[in-house]
């Protein structure tokens, strides 16, 4: 479902640039990707649209980044605890997860000096494509393959299920192939 509906606001928002921005000659440069975005709303609501996606824009990069900290400071506090039981009981679980998360924003503060913005965003899109590419297979390989034998028979993945992994990987392969025919 995610990658299907992933795969189905990327072709939307692909054919809204073609339909909208391309005509107009409005094509993102450096960081202003979520400006020239805005425009599309822009075209229909006037500056209060503009205003609003930017607002839900920057809502929704927030959201990410806490998701993501949030998560991965849970998963290091986890491995560090589970992986050096006797070394970490200097602190507690609650503790491991602060030091994480402070290293976390320290990291993604320092990463933002690096660069503008528009190439951490081209670099991180590229890494979420790729994995969005890989994914499907993946999941096909551990679940079908791997799984898939150890499991008893009313818990197996169905072929359906199968048929749809294939789907969006050639889907989102084909859209990289296209990509990078254009690019």
Not at 1 to 26: D, S
Not at 35 to 48: D, L, M
Not at 126 to 153: D, K
Not at 166 to 176: E, I, K
Request: aromatic residues 14%.
């Amino acid at each position: 479902m995610g990658i299907g509906g992933n795969l189905a606001t990327t072709l939307m928002t692909c054919l809204l640039a073609c339909a909208l921005l391309f005509p107009k000659g409005f094509l993102p440069e450096d960081y202003e990707l979520a400006v020239v975005q805005s425009r599309f709303f822009e075209v229909s609501w006037g500056p209060v649209g503009r205003l609003l996606f930017l607002v839900v824009a920057a809502a929704f990069l927030t959201d990410t980044w806490l998701a993501t900290a949030d998560g991965v400071s849970r998963m290091q506090a986890d491995i560090v605890t589970i992986l050096f039981p006797e070394r970490s009981k200097r602190f507690t679980v609650r503790q491991w997860y602060y030091i994480f998360l402070g290293l976390l924003t320290v990291i993604t503060s320092l990463t933002m000096l690096l660069d503008q913005p528009g190439p951490l965003i081209l670099i991180s899109a590229a890494i979420g494509f790729a994995g969005t590419i890989i994914f499907p297979v993946a999941l096909y390989l551990l679940n079908h393959r791997l799984l898939a034998p150890q499991l008893p028979e009313w818990a197996r993945p169905s072929k359906e299920s199968a048929r749809r992994l294939l789907f969006c990987f050639v889907a989102y392969f084909g859209l990289a192939v296209v990509y990078l025919w254009i690019g």
